[in-house]
């Protein structure tokens, strides 16, 4: 059997599916490193947890990411120092801008003066996966679309960030906002009357008054905030953590209130009845009184804020003497909190009220105008609030792992086999083994005999 050594393959692996690694809690074993990374988290904001975790789960998955990209060196990528903020909006790999090991080698790469970057089918369509030798964050600025990505992985052997670094992602509040509320309807109250006429109705009959205008609806619940995305972190050394601004999002502004429908006007009085008598004219009876117009519906309550989203989920990976000085000597924020819920809609605008019906017409002497019979217009509906702010999230967790310099070598530099072709034979057939970092030296064993 033959191996063909630093075979650079196709990125198209499947082993990185599925969202971050659930991170399995363990009993601290580092009890001081626990309880600087729950000071460090507590006065981060909201209640996270700092929790242990173990570090072989994830030096694994680290791997898998790598294997699925083609790279078996971190040193052969180069290092990363950034001349800008970075915005991580969409998924994939992302590395230095001169970098040309495995998936960076593709004619699909993206460079820029910053960066290299590439989609990775095998990565998740909201992962993305930043990959270097050394990663320099000082006095820089990593914001993660959260809108795009949901996962951000950093494997490095060394992260410096002593100096102004920050993780954080962007938009903290979430910019929409509940449907409105219907208007009233119909949107005038029923009955609503010519205030000027008296149609189809008997001069006799007493004037009308307008109908009550109905109430606006209430608005939508505001959208549910997201979640922060999910940041593990696996490096050999780290001189610093940068602060973690990463709350979940605030929940969505309620919808606002419909609009109360008008009241109806109401009718015109009944006109003046002049009569003949004996030696002249009388007037049986003056102008009629207006209808009053009806009472105008209230707004709609503005609905309730949409709930906040979740704090993210930190992992650092790395040795226990860095750990050490990341909760003694050179501590950092840790804002890993709940959400807030989303603010209130406003509420919806009240209806006016109907106008009064005009006084009953003068027919005619001895009768007198009177104008002060006019109905009296209806008064305005009422705001009526709203429906409150949104629940908030959940404050979630800071992991940390501690591996050893061996671990993290030996996982990530060790011998990978990507493929076998062909897959089946007889005795004596050749067979080409496919796979990172093999030695000329190397050995493939099958049931430990070696062939």
């Known amino acids: ?219 939508a619940t505001g959208p549910r905030g997201l979640d922060a995305p999910s940041v593990t972190i696996v490096a050999l050394e780290i001189d610093a953590m940068p602060d973690l601004l990463l709350p979940g999002q605030q929940g969505g502004r309620g919808g606002a209130g419909g609009r109360g429908a008008d009241g109806g006007d109401g009718q015109r009085g009944r006109d003046s009845k002049p009569f003949k008598i004996i030696i002249g004219v009388d007037c049986k009876h003056g102008p009629g009184f207006g209808g009053k117009g009806g009472r105008g519906g209230d707004g709609g309550p503005g609905g309730r804020g949409g709930p906040g989203g979740d704090g993210s989920t930190v992992t650092v990976v790395t040795q226990e003497s860095q750990l050490d000085d990341l909760v003694t000597s050179k501590p950092f924020v840790a804002d890993l909190g709940a959400g807030s819920g989303g603010d209130p809609g406003l509420p919806g605008d009240p209806g006016r009220g109907g106008r009064g019906g005009a006084a009953g017409f003068n027919q005619g002497a001895p009768c007198k105008d009177a104008p002060e019979r006019a109905g009296h217009d209806g008064a305005a509906g009422a705001r009526v609030g709203d429906l409150g702010r949104g629940s908030d999230g959940t404050a979630e967790t800071l992991a940390y792992a501690v591996i050893t310099e061996d671990q993290f070598n030996e996982e990530l530099e060790s011998p990978w086999i990507l493929s076998v072709d062909p897959v089946s034979g007889h005795a004596g057939d050749r067979i080409i083994v496919h796979g990172l970092n093999f030695s000329h030296h190397a050995t493939v064993r099958m049931d430990s005999a070696p062939l």
């Not at 680290?62 to 990209?69: C, I, N, P, Y």
């Not at 208007?183 to 609503?192: A, C």
Request: proline fraction near 6%; aromatic fraction near 4%; include cysteine.
């Open 1 to 219: 059997m033959s191996e063909t050594a630093n075979a650079t393959p196709v990125a198209t692996a499947t082993a990185t599916g599925g969202r971050a690694p659930v991170v399995a809690v363990i009993p601290p074993l580092f009890t001081t490193i626990n309880d600087g990374f729950s000071k460090i988290v507590a006065a981060g904001g909201g209640q996270p947890k700092a929790v242990e975790t173990a570090g072989a789960a994830l030096v694994a998955a680290a791997k898998a990411r790598l294997q699925a990209v083609g790279i078996s060196d971190l040193r052969a990528v180069g290092s990363l120092t950034l001349d800008a903020d970075l915005h991580v909006s969409t998924s994939g790999l992302i590395g230095p801008p001169t970098a040309s090991a495995g998936a960076f080698g593709h004619a699909r790469v993206r460079r820029t003066t910053a960066r290299a970057a590439v989609a990775v089918p095998a990565f998740r369509e909201t992962e993305s996966v930043i990959v270097c030798d050394s990663l320099n964050l000082n006095n820089r600025k990593i914001t993660i679309d959260a809108t795009r990505v949901s996962d951000l992985w950093i494997i490095v052997r060394s992260l410096k960030a002593s100096h102004g670094a920050t993780i954080t992602y962007s938009p903290l509040v979430n910019p929409a906002a509940g449907a409105a509320g219907a208007s009233g309807s119909p949107d005038t109250g029923q009955p609503n009357w010519d205030r000027n006429a008296r149609i189809d109705q008997d001069a006799n009959d007493p004037s009308r008054d307008g109908g009550r205008g109905a109430d606006g609806g209430p608005g």
